[in-house]
């Protein structure tokens, strides 16, 4: 059940538009339920849980804050946020600035929370910042030019419904498709430390060897716990994650491209129990390494 409170405070330019959404699309694809560009005012304010959905809020200009997850973060221009609205939220104007110029989607769908914990993943909090170039803004202002179905706007020519949710669909997409870019672009720009690159490049080079967590550990003169939590910070997976898939890389390219046995491959990636090589690569890929061969074998 939702919990809402709110005061709209927003000047009379603003737009504010709800979609309606067939169930085929709904059931398939990710939807947009409203989406609006508020020029707000210094009372503007929401408080809300329970709410089904995801929302994305871009700041053009001023300033917005947000209360979400124990946090509060400021948004300025360029900043955008994405948060899941099941949880606790307050967003507002940023009352030092007395004023928020903001574009903002209300989504769901099959696919929405996949591209959301992906964004979270990259990003490791909800704030983001608009890159350079980013088509994020384009974006958001086609789904906003999107007619709202009502009786007053009807579709353009002979355009179906489905149709109509289909294309529309296709721009939020993309949208998330460049938020989680622009998370991976952050991430990249931070500086990985030296000792994290120096022991990616070690597990590269001997992946298909018996390397543990200790041997790791041994070799870079670091407790075995803080090795782990430091690479996982900086790589997003632990080492011997990392170790695991490089191994089903080399499996997966030999499974197409060679006439070994199964043996001969998991031995080859550095796996000496086969049993457990086909546990481990049906759990990454779907299907046994034979099955794998079955589909994508080229000779």
Known sequence: MQDLSYELDFSPESVWNIFATTPAAKSNFVYLQEVGH?????????????????????????GGILEYGNHKIHAGPGHFYWIDCTHWQSYYTDPDIGHWNV?????????????????????????GTLPKDSSMLT???????????????SLPGEQSLFEFDVQTSG?????????VSSAGISRKMQHL?????????????????????????????????YLQKLFKKHLGQSPMEYIIYLRIIRAKNLLRTSNMTISQIAYSAGVDNVSHFTRQFKRHEGMTPSQYRKVWFTR
């Open 103 to 127: 574009i903002w989607v209300h989504f769901n769908g099959a696919t929405a929370r996949a591209y959301y914990e992906a964004y979270r993943k990259l990003q490791g909090g909800v704030l």
């Open 38 to 62: 508020f020029f707000a005012g210094k009372r503007y304010y929401t408080t809300r849980q329970g709410l089904d959905s995801f929302l994305l809020k871009l700041t053009i200009s001023g």
């Open 171 to 179: 721009l939020l997409t993309q949208l998330l498709v460049e938020c």
């Open 193 to 225: 430390p030296p000792m994290v690159n120096d022991m990616r490049n070690y597990l590269t080079a001997r992946y298909t060897e018996k390397v543990t967590l200790d041997h790791l550990a041994a070799e870079f003169s670091l407790d075995p716990h």
């Open 139 to 153: 974006l958001m202002e086609k789904l906003l030019n999107r007619p709202p179905l009502s009786p007053e706007h």
